[in-house]
């Protein structure tokens, strides 16, 4: 183990000889890609809702069990065109978390809608059903937008009660949730329509894409026509193409991250194990373990540091595993009531959200993922006690 003098902050060698990032990124095997790929150079079919990609949305269905899967380009698309397909109306007010990807918001944006934010629960990091149920008598509100924070779910009874209280719809942003479960129930099947991502640093990897699931037809055909031309089961008049089609090699490589899912929520898991078991008797940090363990899909390790009890600031800490090359991420830094243009535009949040505040300065996340072995768990959490336990000392000398 390194003493303080030797730290990779200083300039010495650093823990880990190549980065490790906190995406999944898991791929499978070039051979397997080749296999199911390997056609694809003869038909020269390559998107306009190929066999591929018609295959991807039949086998979602069938895991998920939802009447429809609709594969986009990504999740922030997906979220934009359920904004259009739920037919929300231009500047209308949508009820969001500020404590997100920027992600989002943005998609909200792009739909011509305005984000009323909302703080969060302090236990679950999810939207407070009681701060919803107060903006909605402050606000003329259109929608509900809930995010299943770290594939935790949220409080969707109650949040379904509130919004069928009003007469609108919610809908999820689930880009961290599948494979999670709400009381028993593939999460997919919630609200309108749920958008997950399948963006490489998720489990489920097409390199790039997303993918919205409902159980409403009429809802999934109005997506599909907004989507593209192509893989519409019948035409539906929509107020503006969307133009966000899924390729094949998109397909392609999401097929087989779906066939892994499974093995690569066990790996998580033993993962995540680790570093709690490590990590929870170190003064200062807290693990987030939130949903009970069949509900999980494991793919963020999660902290809150207490800077007091720990003896650093979750920044220094950062600082220090960064150097190490442990590419620990403080999402999501700062809340997005604090990030341009909405700061400006509703300078009315600046002080509401104190929970959201409160989390921007402990959350750190872990790597874990396909470039993370077990024994790299270990020692970076060996790193982290060795962090605490020093830390007046590296306070004195790195943080002075
Ligand atoms: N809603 C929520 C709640 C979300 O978290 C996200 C996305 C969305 C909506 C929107 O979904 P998409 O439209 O993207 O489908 C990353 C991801 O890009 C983003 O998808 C994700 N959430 C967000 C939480 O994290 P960045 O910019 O912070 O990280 P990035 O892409 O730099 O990657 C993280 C690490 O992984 C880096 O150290 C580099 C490494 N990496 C990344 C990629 C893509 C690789 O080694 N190889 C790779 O191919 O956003």
Redesign the pocket.
């Known amino acids: 183990m390194k003493d303080i003098a030797n730290l990779a902050l200083a300039g010495h060698e650093p823990l880990f000889d190549s980065?490790l990032?906190?995406?999944q990124?898991y791929s499978p095997s070039k051979e397997r890609f080749h296999s199911v790929f390997h056609d694809l150079f003869d038909r020269r079919y390559y998107t306009n809702h190929g066999k591929l990609a018609q295959e991807l949305e039949r086998r979602l269905e069938e895991r998920l069990d939802v009447r429809n899967a609709v594969v986009v380009t990504?999740?922030?698309?997906?979220?934009s065109l359920s904004c259009k397909a739920l037919g929300l109306p231009p500047q209308g007010k949508v009820i969001v978390p500020a404590f997100?990807?920027a992600?989002?918001v943005q998609?909200l944006t792009w739909a011509g809608l305005e984000p009323v934010f909302c703080d969060i629960s302090n236990k679950s990091h999810n939207l407070d059903p009681q701060k919803v149920a107060a903006l909605l008598e402050q606000h003329d509100v259109c929608a509900i937008l809930g995010?299943h924070?770290w594939g935790n779910p949220c409080d969707i009874e109650q949040l379904q009660t509130l919004a069928d209280s009003k007469g609108i719809p919610l809908f999820f942003?689930a880009?961290?949730a599948i494979a999670c479960r709400y009381h028993g129930k593939p999460i997919g099947n919630f609200g309108a329509c749920e958008?997950f991502?399948?963006?490489?640093?998720?489990i489920m990897n097409a390199?790039?894409?997303?993918c919205i699931t409902t159980n409403d037809d009429e809802l999934a055909e109005r997506l599909r026509n907004l989507r593209s031309s192509y893989g519409r089961r019948k035409n539906v008049k929509t107020p503006i193409d969307g133009y966000g089609r899924f390729s094949e090699a998109q397909a392609a490589f999401g097929l087989l991250s779906l066939e892994d899912l499974s093995r690569r929520c066990d790996e998580n898991c033993q993962k995540m194990a680790l570093y709690h078991k490590k990590l929870s008797c170190i003064p200062g940090i807290h693990c987030i373990s939130p949903a009970p363990e069949e509900n999980m899909n494991y793919q963020y390790v999660v902290l809150e540091i207490d800077e007091k009890e720990f003896g650093l600031s979750r920044d220094a800490l950062q600082k220090l595993l960064e150097a190490e090359n442990v590419?620990a991420?403080r999402?999501f830094v700062p809340g997005m009531h604090h990030c341009p243009p909405y700061e400006t535009l509703f300078p009315e949040f600046a002080t509401a959200l104190p929970v959201t505040d409160a989390l921007c300065t402990k959350v750190l996340q872990l790597p874990s993922g396909a470039?993370v072995s077990m024994d790299a768990v270990s020692r970076i959490c060996e790193c982290i006690a060795f962090v605490q336990a020093n830390s007046a000392d590296i306070k004195r000398t790195y943080f002075a």
């Open positions: 980065i990032p906190v995406g990124l990504n999740a922030t698309l997906g979220l997100t990807f992600a989002t998609a995010v924070l942003d880009a961290h958008v991502s399948f963006h490489a640093t998720k390199t790039e894409g997303g590419i991420r999402y470039p």
